[in-house]
């Protein structure tokens, strides 16, 4: 399908960011630019394939998620148990089935047109940097499925007290969460190592007045070693504990923009099954049935229960350039089957209870009662509740073609710039006065529809677009200002200020307990991790010793979980956020250790 929109000529040049993740501001800035006044035309058509095309590209994203499928046995007998967690972090991606060719067939050139482009491919521009509406990372945790039994097919009589895991997990599942649990032990052996390391201080300081003290000084050495080492042993015992009964999937969803559902359960591998279970006690099929997860969109932003979103596909480019505006929808992780079974999950329980009642109340076997709540009990234990989180979905928003604006505006034009690849890398555009109008319209209609969403949301993202369009405003005039000399350094630095005022905004506005536990959870991870970089700065330390290296790696392979305890039903000591603080705790207790260890070998060796 084509259609036309006007163009004019030229302007001071405004240039946007290359980055930009929601691109409604953006777009609607570049329709300006390729519809105000002029007698030519712009054709817009789109492309449905991967032949070469003439023109310049106006491509949209679409929203996807790198989903973290984290799954846990936490008990062996006598039923296995399992946690799951299931993280998912928000990225943009070139939406395939939205792409277009802008090309003019007047007097103007191709090369008049403007677009710039990210690259990833999507249409990016023009001094506005969109609001980022996905759910920060303290949000990103989709949720727990509580604690789920998996029934052995083949228990029997005495089967209860068969034990359902590998002899090596049932193990590593017994040090974890047995009598003394390892974290405890982990725990115990960083306070020793912190009270020797603080008792060899002071014997450094007596010693100074008192040379007969220097014999303590060594003793007190050899203690503080003794405590390292255990601390370091229990920390691998620990690290190799959780690593035997955690299993972490990554994978990215939905792959197209029309793709509502997950087409079939997202299931552990047969490798995981083999490493866990016994198999004669445990089938393939329940083990698998147990540990699997559907995701969904959902066009509902409060509760948890599914209903189908309505796509907008078919757009009209005959008089302009298609923009869209992001949709607030759930992203759905579904435990029951695919996410709409939930009601009839929840409708079986209730007949059975229904059914239990029934069978009390008027004369029957105690067998017929006995088998009613033996299988009341095994869809009560078999029933997870579905859990849901809110973002910001692209695909899922509403279409708007930005019509010819007619002679309103004159002297604008549009002027695209290639890179060495060949790609569009910068755009030249126009008409402040034009742009600040069209970014009021925008910011009008952001209000309009942010009436819809829940007020959390809709306070913080009103605040952001009023912020954008203000920004807009004053900056119009700034040209070539870029981030790409921007150390790693700082950045870090900016991504954890931004997330300790994520969670203290999240710790002030929620009335969740499971909520509030998760965030301060992370929140003591990230003081643990603050507390280790000092420890380390203060040791003069470039890189952490053989041991902490590798320790860290596992950590930072954890983080990506972020694995939270909102909902949860999971005892604190499965969750694997704790066993990352434990673990970093311990690691900054290393490090000190090694402080006071120079500070009383320097002591020991003068004069």
């Given at each position: ?204 300081q007596k010693s100074k007045y008192d040379k007969t003290l220097r014999p303590k000084v ?390």
């Amino acid at each position: 399908m084509a259609g036309r929109v006007g163009h004019a000529g030229r302007g001071p040049p405004h240039f946007g960011g290359t980055y930009v993740k929601h691109l409604f501001i953006a777009s609607v800035l570049v329709a300006v630019c390729l519809t105000t006044g002029c007698s030519t035309g712009i054709k817009v058509t789109k492309v449905n394939d991967d032949k070469p095309k003439a023109g310049n590209p106006w491509n949209l994203g679409m929203t996807t998620f790198k989903v973290t499928i984290t799954r846990q046995v936490i008990k062996c007998m006598p039923e296995l148990e399992g946690k799951m967690d299931v993280m998912a972090t928000p990225e943009i991606v070139l939406d395939r089935a939205q792409r277009y060719v802008l090309k003019s067939d007047g007097w103007w050139a191709t090369s008049d047109i403007g677009s710039e482009l990210s690259p990833s491919g999507i249409s990016t521009a023009l001094n506005a940097q969109s609001a980022d509406a996905t759910a920060a990372v303290l949000t990103n945790v989709v949720g727990t499925a509580a604690n789920l039994a998996l029934r052995g097919a083949a228990a029997g009589p005495g089967g209860s007290t068969k034990n359902r895991c590998k002899d090596d997990v049932a193990q590593k599942v017994d040090a974890l969460y047995g009598a003394t649990p390892l974290k405890d032990q982990v725990e115990a052996a960083t306070a020793t190592v912190e009270q020797t390391s603080a008792a060899l201080l002071l014997a450094v300081q007596k010693s100074k007045y008192d040379k007969t003290l220097r014999p303590k000084v060594v003793a007190s050495l050899q203690d503080q070693e003794n405590a390292r080492k255990a601390l370091a042993k229990l920390e691998q015992t620990y690290v190799a504990a959780l690593a035997g009964t955690t299993d972490v999937q990554t994978l990215r969803w939905p792959e197209h923009s029309t793709e509502l559902h997950t087409a079939q359960a997202l299931a552990p591998s047969h490798a995981l099954y083999d490493k866990w279970v016994t198999s004669h006690l445990v089938s393939t099929d329940d083990f698998n049935k147990r540990f699997s997860v559907h995701l969904a969109l959902s066009d509902s932003t409060t509760g948890n229960v599914w209903i189908k979103p309505t796509l907008s596909t078919d757009v009209d480019t005959k008089t302009g350039v298609p923009v869209r505006m992001a949709k607030t929808a759930q992203l759905m992780a579904c435990f029951n089957g695919t996410c709409d079974e939930q009601e009839t999950a929840l409708a079986n329980i209730k007949k059975a209870k229904e059914r239990v009642s029934e069978l009390e109340a008027k004369p029957a076997t105690a067998k017929e009662i006995k088998d009613a709540k033996d299988y009341l009990a095994l869809l009560q234990s078999q029933f997870r509740q579905n859990v849901a989180q809110v973002f910001s979905v692209l695909q899922l928003g509403q279409f708007y073609i930005v019509p010819v604006a007619g002679n309103n505006f004159r002297s604008q034009q549009a002027v695209i710039k290639m890179d060495a690849n060949g790609l569009p890398s910068s755009i030249q555009v126009v008409e402040k006065s034009a742009a600040a109008q069209v970014l009021s319209g925008a910011a009008l209609e952001v209000s309009e529809k942010l009436a819809s969403l829940p007020a959390k949301l809709r306070a913080a993202e009103l605040d952001k677009t009023n912020v954008q369009v203000n920004q807009s405003r004053a900056d119009a005039t700034l040209a070539g200002v870029g981030f790409a000399n921007d150390t790693a350094a700082i950045q870090a630095q900016v991504a954890r200020a931004n997330a300790q005022n994520d969670l203290s905004t999240a710790l002030s506005r929620t009335d969740n307990q499971g909520e509030t536990a998760s965030l301060l959870s992370q929140a003591e991870l990230w003081n643990a991790k603050a507390e280790l970089a000092q420890a380390q700065a203060r040791g003069g330390q470039a890189t952490a010793t053989a041991s902490m290296v590798a320790q860290t790696q596992f950590l930072n392979a954890q983080d990506s979980l972020r694995v939270a305890l909102a909902g949860s039903a999971v005892s604190d000591r499965t969750s694997l956020l704790l066993a990352q603080t434990a673990l970093v705790k311990a690691q900054a207790a290393h490090a000190n250790a090694l402080v006071a260890r120079r500070t009383a070998e320097a002591e020991a060796a003068a004069p």
